[in-house]
Nanobody
Framework: QVHLAESGGGSVPTGGSLNLSCVAS????????MGWFRQAPGKEREGVAG???????YYDDSVKGRFTILRDNAKNIAYLQMHTLNLDDSAMYYC???????????????????WGQGTQVTVSS
């Protein structure tokens, strides 16, 4: 049984950095796609970044140049390195895994097979 567990959230001042991790246990082969999403209070969940098994990475425009998604396919761990955080980055951050190709893009939330419980990121002025 696959289980995703995020860690690394916390409270930081504007301009600060955080590194999130997501361990995907139960996979016998690295997931086809791992993504990071976030949801702020009163807003819909949105895509932050996605990283395919073959190495292609994609980012939402709001985080380009500040966030980096990485993954260790041998250990089935995904990372989200976040720098220059601002107030708009405050949200619950979720990782998700898609096991096989479906033809949909990395933002297609309905195509992900597994989701973590989330880790809170709070940025304060």
């Amino acid at each position: 049984q696959v289980h995703l567990a995020e860690s690394g959230g916390g409270s930081v001042p504007t301009g600060g950095s955080l590194n999130l991790s997501c361990v995907a246990s139960g996979y016998t082969r690295a997931p086809y796609l791992m993504g990071w999403f976030r949801q702020a209070p009163g807003k819909e969940r949105e895509g932050v970044a996605g990283l395919f098994r073959h190495g292609a990475a994609y980012y939402d425009d709001s985080v380009k140049g500040r966030f980096t998604i990485l993954r260790d396919n041998a250990k089935n761990i995904a990372y989200l390195q976040m720098h220059t955080l601002n107030l708009d980055d405050s949200a619950m951050y979720y990782c998700a895994a898609k096991t096989h190709p479906t033809g949909a893009g990395w933002r297609a939330q309905q195509d992900y097979d597994y989701w973590g419980q989330g880790t809170q990121v709070t940025v304060s002025s």
